[in-house]
């Protein structure tokens, strides 16, 4: 990764109390330190946190950061990045000022480049005091960031916004409770989340499939996991997918969410499943050339087996009346 421009600036609230800034009017200079810094947190927002999925509000009148982003995008300068996010700065403010419990702290901003691809990370991080042992040997309490509790950020895929305005290209920390990305900073970024439930449902049922792949399952244990992942989701309204991650497998509880949000997976926490397309986890249909089949996925692998080698789709002791049809048309 590529570190384009980054700046940090306090915003400070407590509860009850209006929030106040202290805006910093240079860009961080590049350093091992700074680096090191972006790695682990961006490390620890693509493997740990849960996310969730959104796009930019149509309303750009209301929604203004969007516009300023793109001013940003425009010109492509430092200055326009530090202006940018000196407006972003002020946004926040005014959001935070609304909710009486919210708390503030050190807004990160950073632009940086992945394999070509340009993206805008934004985070607030606080501190908390710890203990040191200093070079005398003496114990003393010393200030450090909480990396471990990263609760509030998001992530812009600056390319699917320009290309693909009405997909999703933003994705935000959505774990639960206090780990949830705050409403006045969804609000201030003017998130609209993306709540298409076939469409996650039927990323779902991809990563699932990927993910049989890469263990390296048997037909059999490829069957396992999908009725698993089907009998979790069916009935229910909201998916968690760290129950699910749990349900997948006992002995490694994080294992399949971790593969999830390691991949290009478009799945958000808390969605609702699509009935229609769920059914695809226990039900194979397909047709071409004139031809459908339809059957359980459970007989895949015994009842009806593929022999990619030889081009050939095989049912194992057909029914009689499929038998008689085909001999009747024979």
């Given amino acids: 990764m590529e570190l384009e421009y980054a700046i940090v600036h306090d915003l400070r609230k407590e509860v009850g109390l209006a929030p106040t ?27 740990k946190a849960t996310k969730g ?32 996010t000196l407006t972003s700065l002020n946004i926040l403010k005014d959001r935070i000022s609304t909710e009486n419990l919210a708390r503030g702290g050190y807004v990160l901003f950073i632009s940086y480049k992945e394999e070509e691809e340009s993206f805008v ?8 005091i710890g203990c040191v042992i200093t070079d005398t040997l003496d114990i003393d309490e010393a200030k450090h960031l909480e990396m471990d509790k990263l609760h509030t950020g998001c992530q812009i895929d600056i390319a699917k916004w320009q290309n693909n305005p009405t997909e999703q ?33 039927q990323e779902l049922i991809r990563a699932v499939s990927d993910y049989a792949t890469a263990q390296n399952y048997s037909s059999e244990q490829k069957q396992v996991l999908r009725q698993k992942v089907y009998d979790y989701c069916e009935g229910r309204d909201n998916i968690k997918l760290d ?5 997948i497998s006992d002995e490694e509880p994080q294992k399949f969410l971790e593969f999830l949000n390691e991949g290009d997976y478009k799945v958000g926490n808390g969605f609702e499943p699509h009935k229609q397309h769920l ?21 895949l692998g015994n009842r009806i ?24 048309a024979s």
Avoid: W
Wanted: net charge neutral; glycine share 6%; proline share 3%.
């Fill in 21 to 47: 800034v202290n805006p910093r009017q240079a860009l961080l200079g590049e350093s091992e330190s700074l680096s090191n810094l972006f790695q682990s947190l961006h490390g620890l927002y693509k493997k």
């Fill in 53 to 84: 999925f959104g796009r930019f509000d149509t309303d750009t009148e209301t929604f203004r950061f969007s516009t300023h982003l793109n001013n940003f995008l425009d010109e492509g300068t430092g200055q326009s990045f530090i202006d940018f």
């Fill in 121 to 128: 990370f934004i985070t607030v991080l606080r501190q908390t």
């Fill in 169 to 201: 290209y933003i994705t935000f920390i959505k774990g639960r409770g206090t780990e949830t990305t705050p409403q006045y900073f969804l609000k201030a970024i003017g998130c609209d989340e993306f709540a298409n439930s076939a469409h996650q449902t």
């Fill in 243 to 247: 129950s699910l991650s749990q349900t």
């Fill in 279 to 299: 059914t695809k986890l226990r039900e194979i249909k397909a047709t071409g050339e004139g031809i459908q089949l339809k059957f359980p996925a459970a007989m």
């Fill in 305 to 328: 087996t593929l022999d990619e080698q030889r081009n050939r789709v095989m049912i194992n002791d057909p029914p009689e009346n499929i038998l008689k049809a085909l001999r009747d």
